[in-house]
Structure formats: structure tokens, C-alpha cells
């Protein structure tokens, strides 16, 4: 199935990981909360990949503090006013659809937000007191900022996964301002996703994976980041998912990766969530990720102090990271992809060094 999507990976750089979590979620039944500065392509990215369904009926609006019920659920009918019942035409709306984007989405009234609430725990919707199952696969919502405010905390904690979109980085610059508009199509029909449902929810957890699961949650605990009970318990479609995307039907350890994206409330806990369970699933990952917390603290360190001391000590420092990647990879063949863009990260920070702060010409 994420064949089917890897035209978006060209159209949106940098991009793999959401587009891979976010067809989890789909398949997961779950929904997906894309996080970050304006101007990351957060809006664009859903769209096309909610956009990609056929048959699926789908429903997108941009939510302001102006937006009113009636864009979102449907206008009151009017001939059923006339016999004292306030029914709402729900066609095209949003308890009709199966897949759902809101941009903006903490933008609205918080009568409009709570009333999502059941829409997408519960997949219900009440319309004058008759009770309507919606068909909602999966809400994707998109923000600049993640709620201010406690009262808005029951529909953020809706949200299984969050992802947090950074700016593509400096390597991929010269790339992204040369991408050509793509138009995109459907690429896969709804039956399809309906029956992946079937064969996700079918694949078997191994008894490693709840190990790793037990684990992760006493390490959580240990740095005071608590999960509730019922995501927990929802997390493991998830973990179901991403076995099953990866053509597997019995989940490994390495699966609850994808729970980086679950676990994590605050944005300051992301890099700390991530550290933790690259050490319960993957120690190697788990050494990637000190060596380019490593390399980026020396990066701005330099960046900051601009002296040609600094760049020089900036220099050696990151030629050892290098040198230390170069190493792990000849250690560690079957992982040479995820190494290599590490070093070519690393290779581009030295590089900025080098020129900006040494004026030396490479």
C-alpha cells in the first residue's frame, strides 16, 4: 500500500515518515494531528494524501473563530422546521464523510471543537436526537500551535499520533525551490483501504512487542512522561499497522517505533520520547540519534560564537561525528541508508562551518 503514495515522498521532501504514519493511522482507524511552523506544508501534505482515496467521500474545511455549525454538520432543514424538528442536511458534511481534514482545526469556537468529540471517539453524530453512525475512517487535523488552553485537552488527546514538521533541512533547500506542481489523483479506492483494515486488525502481537511495550512504559514513567491506559491499549492498532505496511503479519519489536508519534504531549519531549524508544527497539538507532544531537549542539554552538576558534574546534569535532559514522556503518551494513543521511547532514553542518565562520572555500 505505500507504494501507492511514494509519488508524495517526491512531491513532498523530507516527508517519509508522515506520510508512512499517517497511512498507519488510516489503516489504524485512528486519526492524526500534523503539528508546526506555518509554511511546512503541513495543509498541503494532507490534502494530498487524503485526496488520494476514490470513492471515499471527503470533507475539508478551514476553521476560524467565525466558522459556524452549519458549514461543518450541515444547514437546518427547513421543511423539517415547519414540523417543529431541527434536522440537519448533513449531506456533503462532515457526518457523511470518511476521511476528514481540518486545517486550522483549535481555531474554532469550542462549541464546534466539543462537538467533534463524539464524532471521533465514538464515530456517532446526533441529529435532533436521532443517533447516526457516521462512516469517519480517519480525522487528519492540521495546526500552527499546539491548544493553549485545558479546555481544549479532550479533543488534542483525541489525536493518536502527532507529528511535528519541521522546515526541510539545508541539504534538501536547493531541491524543494526546484520541485515541480504535481496534480495528484486517486491512487487507491476505498474498498481497498476497508479491506487493509481487515488484514491490519488480523495481523497477531508477538509476545517481544508487549515486552518492548511494558518496557517503554516503566522508561516513560521514569522521566515522569505518562500515558494513559486507553492509549495504550488503542496504541497497539497502531503498532498493527505499521507490521502490516511493512508486509509482515505477526508485529516486532522494532514496530512500536511508531509510537513516538502517541506517547509524546509537549513538543519538549519529543527528542527525549524518541531517545527512549530507540533504546527499547533499536540501541543503533538509539546511538544515530546522540551522534546528531552531538553534531547539531557543536553546529550552533559554532554558528552562535562565529569566531575562528570556535569553527575550528567546530571542524575537528565534526569530522570525529564522521568519522565515528563511517565506522557504525562498516559495522552495521543492512543500516548504510539511515547512516548515510546522518553523514550527509553532518558533512553539510561542517560544510556551513568551514565557509561562514573559517571563509574557506571547499
Known amino acids: 500500500m505505500y507504494w501507492k503514495f511514494k509519488h508524495l515522498t517526491k512531491q ?3 516527508r517519509d515518515e508522515v506520510i ?3 497511512l498507519a493511522t488510516i489503516l489504524a482507524g485512528e486519526h492524526l494531528l500534523l503539528l508546526g511552523v506555518p509554511g511546512t506544508a503541513k495543509s498541503a501534505l494532507a490534502r494530498s494524501l487524503t485526496c488520494s482515496i476514490q470513492n471515499a467521500n471527503y470533507f475539508e474545511w478551514l476553521l476560524t473563530k467565525f466558522t459556524t ?23 456533503n458534511k462532515l457526518p457523511e464523510a470518511h476521511i476528514v481534514f481540518l486545517d486550522e482545526i483549535f481555531k474554532s469556537s469550542r462549541a464546534i471543537l466539543n462537538s467533534f468529540l463524539t464524532i471521533i471517539n465514538e464515530r456517532v453524530y446526533h441529529n435532533n436526537g436521532t443517533k447516526l453512525n457516521v462512516p469517519l475512517i480517519s480525522l487528519i487535523g492540521a495546526s500552527n500551535e499546539i491548544p493553549a488552553t485545558e479546555d481544549l485537552g479532550a479533543l488534542y488527546d483525541r489525536f493518536m499520533c502527532k507529528f511535528w514538521i519541521n ?5 534538501n533547500f536547493r531541491n524543494l525551490l526546484t520541485l515541480p506542481t504535481i496534480t495528484n489523483s486517486p491512487v487507491i479506492s476505498l474498498q481497498e483501504i476497508q479491506h ?23 522508561s516513560l514513567a521514569q522521566e515522569s512522561i505518562y500515558v494513559s491506559d486507553r492509549k495504550w491499549k488503542q496504541s497497539l492498532k497502531l503498532v ?7 508486509q509482515r503479519q505477526t508485529t516486532e519489536i522494532e514496530d512500536i517505533e511508531i509510537l513516538k508519534h ?7 519531549q519529543i527528542t527525549k520520547v524518541a531517545k527512549i524508544i530507540a533504546t527499547t527497539t533499536n540501541p543503533l538507532a538509539a546511538m544515530l540519534l546522540d551522534l546528531e544531537d552531538t553534531a547539531l549542539e557543536v553546529y550552533q554552538n559554532a554558528i552562535k560564537s562565529s569566531t575562528p576558534e570556535a569553527g575550528a574546534e567546530a571542524n575537528q569535532k565534526l569530522k570525529q561525528v564522521q568519522k565515528e559514522l563511517t565506522e557504525i556503518a562498516q559495522q552495521n551494513p543492512q543500516s548504510t541508508n539511515k547512516i548515510k543521511q546522518l553523514q550527509l547532514k553532518v558533512s553539510n553542518m561542517n560544510k556551513k562551518v568551514i565557509k561562514e565562520i573559517l571563509g574557506l572555500e571547499i
Open 20 to 22: 508512512h504514519v499517517a
Open 69 to 91: 455549525p452549519e458549514e461543518i454538520f450541515g444547514a437546518i432543514s427547513l421543511s423539517q422546521l415547519q414540523q417543529d424538528k431541527y434536522t440537519r442536511i448533513t449531506t
Open 240 to 246: 498493527k499497522a505499521k507490521a502490516w505496511l511493512d
Open 12 to 14: 513532498f521532501l523530507e
Open 167 to 171: 522546515y526541510v533541512s539545508d541539504a
Open 196 to 218: 487493509a483494515q481487515l488484514e491490519t486488525s488480523a495481523v497477531k502481537i508477538s509476545s517481544s512487542t508487549l515486552d518492548g511495550i511494558e518496557d517503554l512504559r516503566y
Open 262 to 268: 502517541v506517547v509524546w504531549s509537549n513538543p519538549n
